[in-house]
Nanobody, 120 residues
C-alpha cells in the first residue's frame, strides 16, 4: 500500500529549472523502481525517468542530459531535477512506484500529479 505525495511543480520560463519531489510511504529498497510519467494534452502518457532499487536510471531520450532522477533514502523521497526546460516539457507529471520487476503499469501506485508549465 504505497502512498506517494508529489510536490515541486509550477510555472517557469524556458531555460529554467524545477525540482519535483515524490515522498513515499515505503523505502526505495522495498519496491523495485520509482519515477515519473508525464502527460500533456493530446499526447500519450510518456515515461520520463525511472530509478530502480539498485539505483540504475532510465530517461526518455528527450530529457537526457537535462533531467536527473535521484533518491534521498533517509527521507524515502525521489527527486527529479529538471534543467533547461522547454515548452515541450509542459505536462502533468505523475510520480509512480513499481512494487516489483514484474508489476505491470496497471498496478503501479501513483502520486496525485503536479503541473509543470514552461512558458514565457
Amino acid at each position: 500500500q504505497v502512498q506517494l505525495v508529489e510536490s515541486g511543480g509550477g510555472l517557469v520560463q524556458p531555460g529554467g529549472s524545477l525540482r519535483l519531489s515524490c515522498a513515499a510511504s515505503e523505502s526505495i529498497f522495498d519496491v523495485y523502481a520509482m519515477g515519473w510519467y508525464r502527460q500533456a494534452p493530446g499526447k500519450q502518457r510518456e515515461l520520463v525517468a525511472t530509478i530502480t532499487n539498485a539505483f540504475s536510471t532510465v530517461y526518455v531520450e528527450s530529457v537526457k542530459g537535462r533531467f536527473t532522477i535521484s533518491t534521498d533514502n533517509a527521507k524515502n523521497t525521489v527527486n527529479l531535477q529538471m534543467n533547461s526546460l522547454t515548452p515541450e516539457d509542459t505536462a502533468v507529471y505523475y510520480c509512480y512506484s513499481q512494487v516489483s520487476q514484474f508489476t505491470p503499469v496497471e498496478n503501479y501506485y501513483w502520486g496525485q500529479g503536479t503541473q509543470v508549465t514552461v512558458s514565457s
